[in-house]
T-cell receptor, first 115, second 114 residues
Framework: AQSVAQPEDQVNVAEGNPLTVKCTYS??????LFWYVQYPNRGLQFLLK??????LVKGSYGFEAEFNKSQTSFHLKKPSALVSDSALYFC????FGTGRRALTFGSGTRLQVQP | DGGITQSPKYLFRKEGQNVTLSCEQN?????MYWYRQDPGQGLRLIYY???????QKGDIAEGYSVSREKKESFPLTVTSAQKNPTAFYLC?????????????FGPGTRLTVL
């Protein structure tokens, strides 16, 4: 069965500093990995995805994520955090090996960016 | 959220009542999904549909029912059999043509049982 772990419930970072939100996954086949962001009482917004190819994926709003197959990780990064980046971030995986199209989500990480 | 609408935004249900949550998309997507979000648990899959007139149970289908009579609509009914229905419900859709396709989400419905 596929699973996703986001080991940090909350990440705090000062505005202008780099940020990292961690994600590790477990799948039986090749993973398709996604990051979404959620603002209060809103739906999820798609940030980026990894399918294949370059391990560094660039997405919306200056975010990027690095796929590491040996460590089964897909950490979300941004070189310089903004206060407006404060939100709830979800990592998700789809297991190519199972053919299941629905996503399996992590529990979410709340990012707080202090001015 | 564009292209996927959910209504109502807030819904209150009394014990023993069935309620139906609406989800409509104008993205011409084949696949649609319902997730439930509880604090600290991420999203869990309730039902999904790959094509009209076909749907499958997800991980937590008990106490819920769906229909898919039209491509653009995928309503979710929360029945009285659902023991703890208070949650935030999110509908999503994807093109359904590729295993790599992206799911896009609606704005959600917050259901509260009184």
């Amino acid at each position: 069965a596929q699973s996703v772990a986001q080991p940090e419930d909350q990440v705090n970072v000062a505005e202008g500093n780099p940020l990292t939100v961690k994600c590790t996954y477990s799948v039986s086949g090749n993973p398709y990995l996604f990051w979404y962001v959620q603002y209060p009482n809103r739906g999820l917004q798609f940030l980026l995805k990894y399918i294949t190819g370059d391990n560094l994926v660039k997405g919306s709003y200056g975010f990027e994520a690095e796929f590491n197959k040996s460590q089964t990780s897909f950490h979300l990064k941004k070189p310089s955090a903004l206060v407006s980046d404060s939100a709830l971030y979800f990592c998700a995986v789809r297991d190519f090996g199972t053919g299941r199209r629905a996503l399996t989500f992590g529990s979410g990480t709340r990012l707080q960016v202090q001015p | 959220d564009g292209g996927i609408t959910q209504s109502p935004k807030y819904l209150f249900r009394k014990e023993g009542q069935n309620v139906t949550l609406s989800c409509e998309q104008n993205l011409n997507h084949d696949a649609m999904y319902w997730y439930r979000q509880d604090p600290g648990q991420g999203l869990r899959l309730i039902y999904y549909s790959q094509i009209v007139n076909d749907f499958q149970k997800g991980d937590i289908a008990e106490g819920y029912s769906v229909s898919r009579e039209k491509k653009e609509s995928f309503p979710l009914t929360v029945t009285s059999a659902q023991k703890n229905p208070t949650a935030f419900y999110l509908c999503a859709s994807s093109s359904g043509t590729e295993i790599t396709d992206t799911q896009y989400f609606g704005p959600g419905t917050r259901l509260t049982v009184l």
